[in-house]
């Protein structure tokens, strides 16, 4: 693979967790429900139905936007992408082209330790189409349609081709994922099909700066490690092919997770002309001066930069730090636990090793509580044994009275002893430790 | 019991003085429909089993609203649920709507009682209703000629005495050129005001929802029931106003009227002129004082709505793809493959730029002719076609020419402006000419008080078709 370098862009379909639709009242459907339950006129595309612009979807476009360093498109509107296909129910895409909310931002990685930068060519919204599914039905071959999905708002990001390994596409991707979980625009749940990814993949030589004149498209691809897998997968057929002379076709490819490998889906794909222009059923949306001052606010710190802080002011191992920044729950349940441990004097690193050593699941208790286990936990110094004998001897025999009242059966006057005890062995803090060892001595 | 001279007014009077029932109306309406329908292919669904039960349960009803019982017809690009909608088109011949539009709930909240769908050019597309893959409405007051499109079935029903009221849908002139060509009301108006929800989309970014009446104070009633938002149509604005018959009656002394003179100077036939300028001497004698204004972009006008109407016209017929409702795209007539392959083409990348993108900049400039017109004058006028009707198949075979007949309409599609068209008078062989009043940006009210004082001088409403 040293002799030619791998060229990768990358575009991703973001499903967002908005109650309703893009354009109509709709609840946005669940894997579980029957095939067009939630459905309606618009999303349907039946004659005579009109969109109305979901603004919560708009909203967490412009957030992701922002939040991927974009430049934000404060006058926009939406296009029609024009094309059939029997899932595009209106014969459009209802999609944004020449104004995206957001374009020309970046998002900064870090590859085996060197920091990438990774340029976002836009970040535009559209909408979801419906699915095909093709089946037999009563011993018919027939294609069937689920209109559920159509009309589910869709977040749309593109890269610049300044990936260069299936490794980077990855860590890309786990970063970006943070990021919309981060900002709340989306669970980004690949089982649940909320990120859908499709590298653009081809080879030049070493030194060439202009793009290659093919390229391939491996198409929605649902995992991480399937794009890192295409990428590799891609980068040896392509190599074998340049190295014969040959120019790879530039095509669509699909990724066959059965066989590991790329499979061709469509070539010689004619260039698609979508005739877009901008949808009239919807005026121009403008972002106002309130909207994004309150849209950058609601952006939390995200996870590099938490991570990062947590190295660096809070002095945890990059290990610990990175898995705390994974997800905003978790990092703010440490943040919170750090807050709640203060008075107790639990320092950062007590915290993070217990979080993430012991599993804690956060969903099951608080940070407060959390605290008072690990006082209950991590901090018991264990005594020597011989040393605890000679200090309670000594204390026994200071005390004469209370070990009397104490054989009187005045067992509370324990507590007492355990005190006294402490005074001689100031670290000792195991109070269970202490109290058996008397409890054993006093017998 | 003669229900051809009945407008709304008279309809609701007559139930409050109990001249006659809900039942009788409507009975008399539908009769009439099944005598004149046959000759005049105004309808294409006569809805009568639910026309006479609606009317029987509305006669029990307490009253519903200022439409209570008043029979109407629906032009069918409108979507009726449970009643066939057709768009005039073979491709939804057999098309039965799971949703009613707003419009027509609106209208059916109110108390109106639907008669039945109306014929019309197939998808909107036409000047002269030949379009129709329902056949010819013929005009009554010459069924050689053409009743003016595309709204034929609507304009011929209200004058035709088939129903009071009847809907329409103006994209470049399809409400106000059959009004002309039928002696009727045709109000258009501003885009933005009335829902398009529920109306088979022709272009999207023009269709107006309007609708033809006998008179200036009916249309302005229809529209105090049909105009604004319902949180369905995201293009629709905000309005306070709610009566638009509150300026019917005021006299038009002190008022400005506007004379394009691009729209008068050349191209209009003897006949429309002289009504035209006779309109002109009536509307000064009611106080209104007439002055001549330019729209320069006029003349562009045809050649910018030929772009961006076909533009949109192949976007929105996509959707009929044969695959879930409807017939295959080869059941598409003539002007709608015209149309489409127009659209197409115009919306194709390398030549977006060259047309799309110039005709929108140049629409910006035709608004900008009226918001200029309007700081000098309160209302325009102006015929609504240059040529009185013309016979059947004069033009069907040169699109060009058909397409040139909406040359005095099609602008205030593109400004989004209202118009309102009235009857003013009638060519040497008997034919309706109308004019036109256009306003700035819902100014409706204005145009109500303008077009009836107008009409009262002229009681042209009282005149009918010898059928």
Request: charged share 25%.
């Given at each position: 693979?040293?002799?030619?370098?791998?060229?990768?862009?990358?575009e991703?379909?973001?499903?967002?967790?908005?109650?309703?639709?893009m354009?109509?009242?709709?609840?946005?459907?669940?894997l579980?429900?029957?095939p067009?339950?939630?459905?309606c006129?618009?999303?349907?595309g039946l004659?005579?139905a009109?969109?109305?612009?979901n603004?919560q979807?708009?909203?967490?476009?412009?957030?992701?936007?922002?939040?991927?360093?974009?430049t934000?498109?404060?006058?926009?509107?939406?296009?029609?992408?024009?094309?059939?296909?029997?899932?595009l129910?209106?014969?459009?895409?209802?999609?944004q082209?020449?104004?995206?909310f957001?374009?020309?931002?970046y998002l900064d990685?870090?590859?085996?330790g060197s920091?990438?930068?990774?340029?976002i060519?836009?970040?535009?919204?559209?909408?979801d189409?419906?699915?095909?599914?093709?089946?037999?039905?009563?011993?018919r071959?027939?294609?069937?349609?689920d209109?559920?999905?159509?009309?589910?708002?869709?977040?749309?990001i593109?890269t610049?081709p300044d990936?260069r390994?299936?490794?980077?596409?990855k860590v890309?991707?786990?970063?970006?994922?943070?990021?919309?979980?981060?900002?709340?625009?989306s669970?980004?749940?690949?089982?649940?099909?909320?990120?859908r990814?499709?590298?653009?993949i081809?080879?030049?030589?070493?030194?060439e700066?202009?793009?290659?004149?093919?390229k391939?498209e491996?198409k929605?691809?649902?995992?991480?490690?399937f794009?890192?897998?295409?990428?590799?997968?891609e980068?040896?057929?392509?190599?074998?092919?340049?190295?014969?002379?040959?120019?790879?076709?530039q095509e669509?490819?699909?990724?066959n997770?059965?066989?590991?490998?790329?499979?061709?889906q469509r070539?010689?794909?004619?260039?698609?002309?979508?005739?877009?222009?901008?949808e009239?059923?919807?005026?121009?949306?403008?972002?106002?001066?309130?909207q994004?001052?309150r849209?950058s606010k609601?952006i939390p710190?995200?996870s590099?930069?938490?991570?990062?802080?947590?190295i660096?002011?809070?002095?945890?191992?990059?290990?610990?730090?990175?898995?705390?920044?994974?997800d905003?729950?978790t990092?703010?349940?440490?943040?919170d636990?750090?807050?709640?441990?203060?008075?107790?004097?639990?320092?950062?690193t007590?915290?993070?090793n217990?979080?993430?050593?012991?599993?804690?699941?956060?969903?099951?208790?608080?940070?407060?509580?959390?605290?008072?286990?690990?006082?209950n936990q991590?901090?018991?110094?264990?005594?020597?044994?011989s040393?605890l004998?000679?200090?309670i001897?000594?204390v026994?025999?200071?005390?004469?009275?209370?070990?009397?009242?104490y054989k009187?059966?005045?067992?509370q006057?324990?507590?007492?002893?355990i005190?006294?005890?402490?005074?001689?062995?100031?670290?000792a803090?195991?109070?269970?430790?202490?109290?058996?060892?008397l409890?054993?001595?006093?017998? | 019991?003669?229900?051809?001279?009945l407008?709304?007014?008279d309809?609701?009077?007559?139930?409050?003085?109990?001249?006659?029932s809900?039942s009788?109306v409507?009975?008399?309406?539908?009769?009439?429909i099944e005598?004149?329908?046959?000759?005049?292919?105004a309808?294409?669904?006569i809805?009568?089993?639910?026309?006479?039960?609606?009317?029987?349960?509305?006669?029990k009803?307490?009253?519903k609203g200022?439409?209570?019982?008043?029979?109407?017809?629906?032009?069918?690009?409108?979507l009726?649920?449970?009643?066939r909608?057709?768009?005039a088109?073979?491709?939804l011949?057999?098309?039965?709507?799971?949703?009613?539009?707003?419009?027509?709930?609106?209208?059916?909240?109110?108390?109106?009682?639907?008669?039945?769908?109306?014929?019309?050019?197939?998808?909107?597309?036409?000047?002269?209703g030949e379009?129709?893959?329902?056949?010819n409405?013929l005009?009554?007051?010459?069924?050689?000629?053409?009743p003016?499109?595309?709204?034929?079935?609507?304009?011929?029903?209200?004058?035709?005495?088939l129903?009071?009221?009847?809907?329409?849908t103006?994209?470049?002139g399809?409400?106000?050129?059959?009004?002309?060509f039928?002696?009727t009301?045709?109000?258009?108006?501003?885009y933005?005001?009335?829902?398009?929800?529920?109306?088979?989309?022709?272009?999207?970014?023009?269709?107006?929802i309007?609708h033809?009446?006998?008179?200036v104070?009916?249309?302005a009633?229809?529209?105090?029931v049909t105009?604004?938002?319902?949180?369905?149509?995201?293009?629709?604005?905000?309005?306070?106003?709610?009566d638009?018959?509150e300026?019917?009656?005021?006299d038009?002394?002190?008022?400005?009227i506007?004379?394009?003179k691009e729209?008068?100077?050349?191209g209009?036939s003897n006949d429309?002129?002289?009504v035209?300028e006779?309109?002109?001497?009536?509307?000064e004698?009611?106080?209104?004082?007439?002055?001549?204004?330019?729209?320069p972009?006029?003349?562009?006008g045809?050649?910018?709505?030929?772009?961006?109407?076909?533009s949109?016209?192949?976007?929105n017929?996509?959707?009929?793809?044969g695959i879930?409702?409807?017939?295959?795209r080869s059941h598409?007539?003539?002007?709608?493959k015209?149309?489409?392959?127009?659209?197409?083409?115009?919306?194709?990348?390398g030549?977006?730029?060259?047309?799309?993108?110039k005709?929108m900049?140049?629409?910006?400039?035709?608004?900008?002719d009226?918001?200029d017109?309007?700081?000098?004058?309160d209302v325009?006028?102006?015929?609504v076609?240059?040529?009185p009707?013309?016979k059947?198949?004069?033009?069907a075979?040169d699109?060009?020419?058909?397409?040139?007949?909406?040359?005095?309409?099609?602008?205030?599609?593109?400004?989004?402006?209202?118009?309102?068209?009235?009857?003013?008078?009638?060519?040497?062989?008997?034919?309706?000419?109308?004019i036109?009043?256009?306003?700035?940006?819902?100014?409706e009210?204005?145009?109500?008080?303008?077009?009836?004082?107008?009409?009262?001088?002229?009681?042209l409403?009282?005149?009918?078709?010898?059928?």
């Open positions: 693979m040293n002799d030619y370098e791998t060229v990768v862009g990358l991703i379909h973001v499903e967002l967790s908005t109650i309703t639709k354009f109509c009242s709709c609840k946005t459907p669940t579980q429900d029957k067009n339950t939630r459905t006129p618009v999303c349907l004659p005579g009109l969109p109305i612009p603004l979807a708009i909203e967490d476009c412009v957030k992701i936007g922002l939040a991927l360093n974009c934000i498109n404060r006058n926009s509107f939406f296009e029609r992408k024009n094309y059939f296909y029997p899932d129910a209106k014969g459009f895409q209802t999609s082209f020449l104004l995206p957001g374009e020309k931002g990685i870090t590859v085996n920091p990438k930068r990774v340029g060519t836009r970040v535009h919204m559209e909408e189409t419906g699915k095909l599914t093709h089946s037999s039905v009563n011993g071959e027939v294609s069937l349609i209109f559920n999905r159509s009309g589910v708002p869709l977040v749309e593109v610049e990936i390994s299936g490794e980077e596409a890309f991707l786990t970063e970006l994922q943070k990021i919309i979980r981060y900002v709340g625009a669970d980004a749940d690949m089982e649940k099909g909320h990120m990814l499709e590298p653009n081809s080879l030049r030589n070493p030194g700066t202009s793009l290659p004149n093919y391939v491996v929605n691809i649902n995992s991480f490690r794009v890192e897998k295409a990428i590799h997968y980068q040896k057929r392509h190599k074998e092919l340049l190295d014969k002379g040959e120019t790879p076709t669509t490819r699909g990724w997770e059965f066989k590991n490998r790329t499979v061709s070539s010689k794909e004619e260039a698609h002309d979508y005739r877009y222009f901008p009239p059923d919807i005026p121009p949306v403008t972002i106002s001066d309130e994004l001052d849209l609601a710190e995200l590099q930069a938490k991570t990062k802080r947590l660096d002011d809070l002095g945890l191992t990059p290990y610990n730090a990175e898995i705390l920044s994974r905003s729950e990092a703010q349940f440490f943040e636990a750090l807050e709640a441990g203060k008075p107790e004097n639990i320092n950062a007590t915290i993070a217990f979080m993430i050593n012991k599993k804690i699941d956060i969903k099951k208790t608080t940070p407060s509580n959390f605290i008072k286990t690990i006082i991590s901090s018991l110094v264990k005594i020597d044994q040393v004998e000679a200090a001897s000594k026994l025999k200071e005390n004469p009275d209370a070990v009397k009242s009187d059966g005045k067992t006057i324990l507590g007492f002893l005190g006294q005890t402490k005074k001689v062995l100031p670290d803090n195991d109070t269970d430790q202490i109290r058996n060892k409890q054993e001595m006093l017998q | 019991m003669d229900i051809s001279k407008t709304i007014v309809i609701i009077d007559g139930y409050k003085e109990k001249k006659f809900i009788e409507v009975g008399s309406y539908i009769e009439r005598k004149l329908n046959p000759t005049l292919n309808f294409i669904t809805d009568k089993d639910s026309a006479l039960r609606k009317a029987k349960e509305s006669e009803k307490d009253f200022v439409l209570h019982g008043v029979p109407f017809g629906i032009k069918d690009m409108f009726t649920k449970g009643v909608t057709t768009a088109a073979k491709i011949e057999d098309y039965i709507p799971q949703y009613t539009g707003t419009a027509i709930t609106k209208l059916e909240e109110a108390g109106a009682i639907s008669l039945g769908k109306l014929n019309h050019d197939a998808w909107a597309h036409g000047s002269s379009n129709s893959d329902f056949g409405t005009n009554p007051w010459n069924k050689d000629y053409i003016g499109g595309s709204s034929s079935g609507s304009g011929v029903a209200v004058t035709a005495g129903s009071t009221f009847a809907t329409g103006d994209t470049g399809s409400i106000r050129l059959p009004a002309s039928t002696n009301v045709g109000l258009k108006p501003t933005g005001l009335v829902s398009r929800y529920g109306v088979i989309s022709m272009a999207s970014s023009l269709d107006s309007g033809f009446t006998k008179t104070k009916d249309s009633r229809i529209l105090s105009a604004g938002p319902d949180g369905k149509d995201a293009t629709l604005r905000q309005t306070l106003e709610n638009y018959e300026l019917i009656g005021k038009l002394k002190d008022l400005k506007g004379v394009p729209y008068v100077s050349e209009l429309v002129k002289e035209f006779k309109a002109l001497r009536t509307l004698n009611l106080g209104a004082e007439i002055i001549e204004v330019s729209l972009h006029t003349d562009e045809i050649a910018v709505y030929y772009i961006i109407q076909p949109e016209v192949s976007s017929l996509a959707r009929y793809d879930r409702y409807g017939k295959d598409f007539g003539k002007e709608a015209r149309r489409i392959m127009l659209g197409t083409y115009t919306l194709s990348s030549y977006y730029d060259a047309y799309y993108k005709a900049q140049v629409r910006t400039l035709i608004k900008k009226y918001d017109a309007f700081t000098k004058t325009l006028v102006s015929p076609s240059p040529t009707p013309w059947f198949g004069e033009k075979n699109p060009l020419a058909m397409y040139l007949s909406d040359a005095l309409t099609v602008t205030i599609n593109l400004a989004g402006v209202p118009g309102l068209a009235v009857p003013a008078g009638f060519s040497t062989n008997n034919l309706p000419i109308g036109q009043f256009m306003g700035p940006h819902f100014s009210k204005l145009l109500f008080q303008v077009g009836h004082a107008f009409e009262q001088d002229t009681k409403y009282e005149k009918e078709p010898t059928i």
